[in-house]
């Protein structure tokens, strides 16, 4: 009965290859969020999709693409991975399309490392 | 943008009450509260969330003066296992990045 979850949980990968993290939802909830958390444990806003709209676009490098297929997912494609992209990327998904008492939930999170 | 400030980490003894306090002295008119919980290697999980005075609920208690420019995250009687990253939110939707949160330390 996972709310969000999130595959894989761990990704190893060579500079340069292109990959895929998946996210799921089964809270019935219309926006879905990716974050990243770095080395200093800041966690910063990637993308937010509302119903599979593309509402939150933060200045992230255009190799990485969010894709919704429906409202209960929202993946996300890194080509040519640096090793500046190794983190922790977070999925999470909330009902209010972030408004002010908004809350979101988590997704247990994915640890990619690029070599 | 709504900037929050929190005290970089804490540490506390099992048993002891726990308070952490949030400065967002440009709160806007409209904005809640939103507290988070982050153990190692996990999401951050949602705690408790208010939007003046004070909030409880099984896990924590939220208390907001009236100016609403800070907020006192106090968690009763905490054990070990509530050592982790605690984070303020304010707005939500401007609030791009978390920030570093208060890495509390719960002794035995």
């Known amino acids: 009965d996972t709310a969000v979850s999130q595959t894989p949980k761990y990704l190893v990968t060579q500079m340069g290859n292109d990959k895929s993290i998946k996210c799921e939802q089964n809270?019935?909830?219309?926006?879905m969020y990716w974050y990243k958390q770095d080395s200093k444990k800041f966690l910063k806003i990637m993308f937010s999709?509302?119903?599979?709209?593309?509402?939150i676009n933060e200045t992230v490098p255009n190799r990485f693409s969010p894709k919704s297929p429906d409202k209960a997912h929202l993946n996300l494609h890194i080509n040519s991975l640096e090793l500046g992209d190794s983190a922790v990327y977070f999925c999470?998904?909330?009902?209010?399309?972030?408004?002010?008492?908004?809350?979101?939930?988590f997704g247990p999170g994915t640890r990619l490392t690029v070599l | 943008l709504a900037k929050t400030t929190q005290p970089i980490s804490m540490d506390s003894y099992e048993g002891q009450e726990v308070n952490i306090t949030c400065s967002h002295n440009n709160i806007a008119t409209n904005d809640y509260i939103t507290w988070y919980q982050q153990f190692p290697s996990q999401g951050p999980r949602f705690i408790i969330q208010?939007?003046?005075t004070k909030v409880t609920n099984e896990v924590a208690s939220l208390f907001i003066p009236a100016d609403r420019k800070s907020s006192t995250l106090s968690l009763p009687r905490v054990s070990l296992s509530d050592t982790a990253v605690y984070y303020c939110l304010v707005a939500l939707r401007r609030a791009l990045t978390f920030g570093s949160g208060t890495r509390l330390q719960v002794q035995p």
């Open positions: 809270l019935g909830h219309d926006t």
């Open positions: 999709y509302n119903n599979k709209e593309l509402i």
């Open positions: 999470a998904s909330s009902q209010l399309a972030g408004g002010p008492a908004d809350t979101q939930y």
């Open positions: 208010g939007y003046k």
